[in-house]
Structures are given as C-alpha cells and as structure tokens.
C-alpha cells in the first residue's frame, strides 16, 4: 500500500469509523515518523549548511569546486528553510497545494 500524505490525516471528517484501531496506529506511527524525519533533516541540514557556507565563504580561492560548493550548500539551505516546511504542512494538513501559493488562470477557449 502506498503513503499518501492524505492517508496520513488523523481529524479529517471522512474518516471511515470501521476502520480498526491498528490502522489509525499505523496512521499515526507514519505521521509522527515523517515528523521526526523532516524535523531532523530541517534542523540538522540547515546547521550543516551554515557551517559550509561560513568555512568557504572565508576562504579567498577562486576555484570552480568552491563556487560549486557555496552553491550547492545555498540551494540544500533554501530546500532546508522553505521546501521541507512546506512539506510539513502538507503532510499535516493533507492538503496538496498551499492556499496563499494558489492563483486563478484562465482556460484558453477552444473553438
């Protein structure tokens, strides 16, 4: 069976009450694991990546490798800081798009 966040979601209104008991336990024992996951790779990924950025932002070398690596630690930073809280919420909430990032386009006519 595969995970989806959806799946996840303990106070949703349809949620089915023939369900046992060791499947809202099972639900939960997932929903508190991506927790802990995703609150480690946040807090630990974002202390690494400052310590990466400060050691090679004080260097003086020009070199491509360095460059790429200030890049790299900027990008996983950003991930760290906005992509993996965002994923929290979505999988808290079980919604699939965040309301504020959501924006009304036209359809184009056909005919």
């Not at 360095?66 to 800081?81: E, G, H, N, S, W």
Request: glycine content about 4%; some cysteine; charged content about 15%.
């Amino acid at each position: 069976m595969l995970y989806h966040p959806s799946f996840l979601i303990l106070n949703q209104t349809s949620f089915d009450s023939t369900n046992s008991t060791s499947d809202y336990l099972l639900h939960l024992f997932i929903l508190i694991a991506v927790w802990i996951v995703l609150l480690i790779t946040i807090i630990f990924g974002t202390i690494g990546n400052i310590l990466v950025l400060y050691v090679y932002i004080n260097r003086n070398d020009n070199k491509t490798c360095t460059f790429f690596i200030k890049m790299l630690a900027i990008v996983d930073l950003i991930i760290c800081l906005i992509l993996a809280p965002l994923e929290l919420y979505q999988t808290t909430t079980g919604r699939s798009e965040l309301e504020f990032f959501k924006y009304k386009t036209k359809k184009p006519r056909i005919g």
